[in-house]
């Protein structure tokens, strides 16, 4: 039986110039690499970097550094916090122009959070708060 390792070797291309390891099987549709484990469809960058390198650290995600992402390459792979793997993404990049909430409270660090409900848009956490507390409308 063949390693998760001889499984992943054989699945990809590598690229000289680049150092990547274009995955050469299924993908997902936005492009990154898929690998089927246990009966499970598993991101192959994430099993490439488990395998060669060991457990993403709790609380983090891998950024292609690379910005290939259909890369296995574990070199190329970096824990970072989500808000930091979305900073470095080139939606980020379109985005990065609103600087400021509607309200004025500025958009960096920890006053930013994604909401998943709302397919991970990024939010003022201040505003948030003031929501929660009952000082803004639930809508606002």
Not at 38 to 59: D, L, Q
Not at 93 to 116: F, I, M, S
Request: hydrophobic share 30%.
């Amino acid at each position: 039986m063949r390693t998760v390792a001889d499984r992943i070797e054989a699945s990809v291309t590598r690229v000289t110039e680049t150092g990547c390891w274009v995955w050469q099987k299924a993908l997902t549709e936005l492009g990154y690499a898929r690998i089927g484990l246990k009966g499970k469809a598993r991101h192959a960058h994430k099993v490439s970097y488990e395998t060669f390198v060991g457990p993403v650290p709790k609380g983090l995600e891998l950024d292609h550094v690379c910005k290939v992402r259909c890369c296995v390459n574990p070199a190329h792979l970096e824990p970072v916090t989500r808000y930091e793997n979305m900073r470095r993404s080139s939606v980020w990049q379109y985005r990065k122009v609103k600087t400021h909430c509607q309200r004025g409270h500025e958009l960096v660090g920890d006053n930013v959070y994604t909401a998943p409900s709302l397919g991970n848009k990024y939010l003022c956490r201040a505003c948030k708060n003031m929501r929660q507390r009952g000082l803004l409308p639930k809508g606002e």
